[in-house]
């Protein structure tokens, strides 16, 4: 079997899809960054608290995430066999799982913003200035909560370019905001941490407005109506608790471990804090490109899967870690080469400075495995029908290497913090010697749509 397909429709497909959706990403992923830099100029404590108060969002995030891509496998693989009724009915199911989460963590990011945000700090300065923030950009969740789902729906079936359309208009919007409200120009009051909320909110609701708009009244693949989502399919809800579920519990294992690495890094202060939020920008501003890959990697996997062209799939799978290795290569090289220049972008002290210059080090060297295991488990296994292999493995590394590593690292040995970082991204690497066994034996590909015979291909 050659290493790079043939079939140029792979890569066509590839960058048809994942352009879109990384420039979507990418587009996201600067008002993270002018947020963080334009709040960074407000000094360390603000920094840090926005990054603390948006620990709540990245938990919902991630449970919003795994049932969105619970929903996206198994509707891209009916999209595989063209039967619509069946996605609209998987929609509805993933709207209320999706919308009844957001409305408990909204409720407690209302009533108990204080008592959230304490579980990541001791620090009194730092949950000031998150609450200030948690108050006002709870009002958000909800409306993220639908934004997804409908953005999810239009992936499945493989219209990607309106999630781009709605990033590129509320991004916009949130950057301009940011800068009006965080700073008080143009006679408006300057309200510094909860400007960026309000910018945030004030986003969303745009956000959610044009993706309702779109879904409803513009597209034309699947004709979603209100009514459908309220549909109901016994058969398909089982469906999606069994193949879903892990899917789920992978985000809420990977959502515990991020929540846990802020509460560790918390514990070290103001500086190793911006620290962490600064190195995670970088990382995010390589990392867009080559997720977006990843992402139209799952579609055009679950697509093929669902047709039941298991060989096909087996060619695209092997060609998949060998792009998938190389960019992670670049990847690694690229956060090492720009860490100096993107630092230079922060009004920060000295020592904080150089505790964030450690961990984009160590970042650098983590990229070459993320790029590839993460992307290729996702995209391919994950994807592929095996959802519940991803969740298990992440559940060992989490709770069997990450996390004690990091804890023994700090208590133990007292060690510094780049350690401790590093320990807290080791599974990046380890990882990558369980996906090269797991990937290559094939044993991943499974049709999950009904009326399909669900058998994984023998391995050859």
């Known amino acids: ?11 066509k497909t590839l960058v048809r899809l994942a352009i879109p959706i990384s420039l979507q990403n990418f587009i996201t992923f600067s008002v993270g960054l002018s947020d963080n830099i334009m709040v960074g100029s407000l000094g360390e404590y603000a920094i840090s608290g926005v990054y603390i108060g948006n620990q709540i969002q990245i938990f919902l995030q991630f449970y919003v995430d795994g049932i969105c891509a619970a929903l996206l496998i198994l509707a891209a693989q009916y999209w595989g066999r063209q039967d619509k009724q069946s ?8 709207f209320r799982l999706v919308m009844a989460g957001g409305l408990l963590v909204s409720l407690l990011s209302m009533f108990f913003p204080a008592q959230l945000v304490s579980l990541f700090t001791p620090d009194s300065l730092i949950v000031t200035e998150a609450v200030h923030y948690v108050r006002i950009v709870a009002f958000s969740y909800l409306l993220f909560c639908l934004s997804q789902v409908l953005i999810s729906t239009m992936r499945s079936v493989e219209s990607v370019r309106i999630g781009l359309l709605i990033s590129l208009t509320a991004s916009l919007l949130n950057i301009g905001l940011n800068y009006l409200l965080i700073f008080g120009k143009f006679g408006l009051p300057a309200m510094g941490v909860a400007g960026v909320a309000t910018a945030t909110l004030i986003s969303r609701v745009v956000e959610c407005a044009i993706a309702c708009v779109y879904v409803f009244v513009v597209d034309k693949k699947l ?15 089982r469906d999606f608790i069994r193949y879903g579920l892990p899917v789920l519990g992978g985000n809420v294992v990977w959502a515990a471990n991020m929540l846990a690495q802020s509460a560790i890094v918390g514990q070290m202060g103001a500086e190793a804090v911006a620290s962490m939020s600064m190195t995670g920008m970088l990382n995010n501003l390589v990392a867009v490109w080559v997720f977006g890959l990843g992402a139209g990697l799952g579609i055009i996997t679950g697509k093929t899967v669902g047709a039941g062209d298991f060989g096909r799939e087996k060619q695209y799978a092997v060609t998949a870690q060998v792009l998938f290795a190389g960019l992670g290569v670049v990847a690694g090289l690229t956060v090492f080469l720009t860490k100096g220049p993107f630092l230079s972008f922060y009004a920060v002290s000295q020592a904080t400075l150089d505790v ?4 984009m080090l160590v970042q650098s060297v983590a990229m070459v495995g993320r790029c590839y295991q993460a992307v290729c488990l996702a995209g391919l296994v994950k994807a592929g029908g095996d959802t519940g292999f991803v969740f298990l493995n992440d559940t060992i590394f989490v709770f069997g290497v990450v996390l004690p590593s990091a804890l023994v690292a700090m208590f133990v040995f007292h060690a510094p913090a780049w350690v401790i970082y590093a320990c807290l991204q080791s ?18 590909m499974k049709n999950l749509t009904r009326g399909a015979q669900r058998a994984s291909p023998q391995p050859g």
């Open 427 to 444: 599974d990046q690497i380890l990882k990558c010697f369980v996906a090269v066994i797991k990937i290559n034996r094939f044993k991943w």
């Open 87 to 94: 996605i609209k009915k998987l929609v509805s199911i993933a």
């Open 356 to 359: 964030a210059n450690q961990f």
């Open 1 to 11: 079997m050659p290493l790079l397909t043939r079939d140029r429709s792979f890569y």
């Open 223 to 237: 004709h979603l109506k209100l009514r459908d989502f309220w549909k109901s399919d016994v058969a398909l809800w």
